[in-house]
């Protein structure tokens, strides 16, 4: 029988895993190498929402390859010198960028976020976090009437899953964003939508909770896992300079961007790549906004934070280890200024995160196939803050022997073999 549960990473996912266990009545232990919160949960643009079905990769992509290449500025680069390692991953990306699977990405993907309101609800309510979650819907916005109608197809299809989404006139846009440049004349509002106003203290909330509640938190580096004879999982841990092991009944891997190792030691070969993106958060701003905007040419996120003003986005594919590019960020502050002309800029904070995708744009949530009792919540790519919480209460019905809301089919482990 399951008691004790290991949760590798204390992101946003590792942190629901954890809080959703306790809330099955199991005991846990998170292990995590830096802070609850500090690696990729740290610095998004903080958007919950249920209508972000559709996959990166879509159909036509092939085209913008060689832009992407060629323009270390643009939405979407490859560094050249991470091209040959980044290869694999991407040619398994752009075979993905077909109708059918851009269907079965986007069917799935709402089944794991419309839940999303409902599956945060008791773990904020628990931590007294609830004010960190806003639920008034978020704007996009556009700058020309072509960009605003080639959107329609791919608007037509989130309604068909069941989005709601609503046109917006120049003046409407005015009012939900006042200070906008003129340019923005034409929008649409999801108002199921939200965001939270603080990825970084929403993770720690959560986290912290699952400690208040009796849980452990181990700091280092999971470096191993070993399935042991009767269920037991090892860890092998790295802190402080010291190497010890832990067996446990039950082991997630919730590492984030960091996770393919963990899940080669089971046995499970799994496409990761890490998407970097980057934010500029302005502080003292000025301006009297309090709704979410996206820029929907730019692909840039403008989120009022408890903060300030952070403008995030951009996908740059140079792995794990490369040093930021911070003109990336610099850029993004002078797309915010287009958004907002008028805005203060004196006080400005860059940030890089590293966000974990697999080439269907889908999580893998579900046991490993190979170890038994190892457990896999990683890949969620540009939508972990708003996938994360029904990922844990997933992992949690699995591990307790329930059977899921949510059909795991289309994000089984095993799905690129
Ligand atoms: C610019 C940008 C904007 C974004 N905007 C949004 C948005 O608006 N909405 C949205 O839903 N998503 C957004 N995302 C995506 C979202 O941030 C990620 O999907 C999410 O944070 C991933 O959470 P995670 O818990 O899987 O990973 P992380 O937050 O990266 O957590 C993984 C944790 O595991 C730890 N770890 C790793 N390896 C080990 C090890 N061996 N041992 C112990 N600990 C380990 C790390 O220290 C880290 O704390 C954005 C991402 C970026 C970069």
Known sequence: MIRQVAVVGAGIVGACCAAWLQRKGLCVTLIERAGAGEATSFGNAGSLSPTAVMPVAMPGMLRQVPGWIGDPLGPLTVRWSYLPRALPWLIRFLRCANVEQMWRSARALRTLLAPVFECYEPLVSK?????LIRREGIVYVYDSEAEFLASK?????RRKLGAVLEDLTAADIRRMAPGIADGFRWGTYAPENGVTINPHRLTRAIAGQVLADGGRMIAGAAKS???LGEGRVLVRLARDGAADELAFDALVVAAGAWSRRLAACAGDR???QTQRGYHVTVDNHGLGINRMLNWVRRRVFAT?????????GTVEIAGLDAAPDWR???ALLELGKRLYPDMNTGSVSRWMGHRPCLPDSLPVIGPSPRAKNVYYAFGHGHIGMCSASGTGRT???????ETPQVDLAPFR???FN
């Open 153 to 157: 197809p791919g608007e037509n299809m």
């Open 395 to 401: 992992i949690a019905e699995l591990i307790a022997g």
């Open 225 to 227: 896992i070993e399935a």
């Open 304 to 312: 009022p934070m408890d903060v300030g003003m952070r403008f995030a």
């Open 270 to 272: 799994i496409p990761l």
């Open 328 to 330: 990336r960020a610099h």
């Open 127 to 131: 931590a007294g976090a609830q004010n």
């Open 413 to 415: 482990v095993d799905r």
